[in-house]
């Protein structure tokens, strides 16, 4: 059974900081893409920062470049995302994705999500 689970998130006041974990089980954790997306109201899913299997390669959404990394342990089958100088604009809930492409086929993971809120 495939599982992604986030934690990590809660309140933190502007200019704070906080790591989000997301343990995967389920399936060969090493072989997959990993990436953190985050939804806040109103608004569409969108790809905060992603990293390649062996965690030779990430990117970064423009508003996340400079205060946040992704790193992995494939390890302990983790991904993290260290996010730094929180703005109030950071609020969301943050899901982790797993994703790996095999031929036309693509499998394509989603976590539950952890709430981040930056607020005073």
């Known amino acids: 059974q495939v599982q992604l689970v986030e934690s990590g998130g809660g309140l933190v006041q502007p200019g704070g900081s906080l790591r989000l974990s997301c343990a995967a089980s389920?399936?060969?954790?090493?072989?997959?893409?990993m990436s953190w997306y985050r939804q806040s109201p109103g608004k569409e899913r969108e790809l905060v920062a992603a990293i390649t299997t062996a965690g030779g390669s990430t990117n970064y959404a423009d508003s996340m470049k400079g205060r946040s990394t992704i790193f992995r342990d494939n390890a302990k089958n983790t991904v993290y995302l260290q996010m730094n100088s929180l703005k109030p604009e950071d609020t969301a809930v943050y899901y982790c994705n797993a994703r790996r492409w095999s031929g036309l086929y693509t499998y394509n993971y989603w976590g539950q999500g952890t709430q981040v809120t930056v607020s005073s």
């Open positions: 389920g399936f060969t954790f090493s072989r997959y893409a």
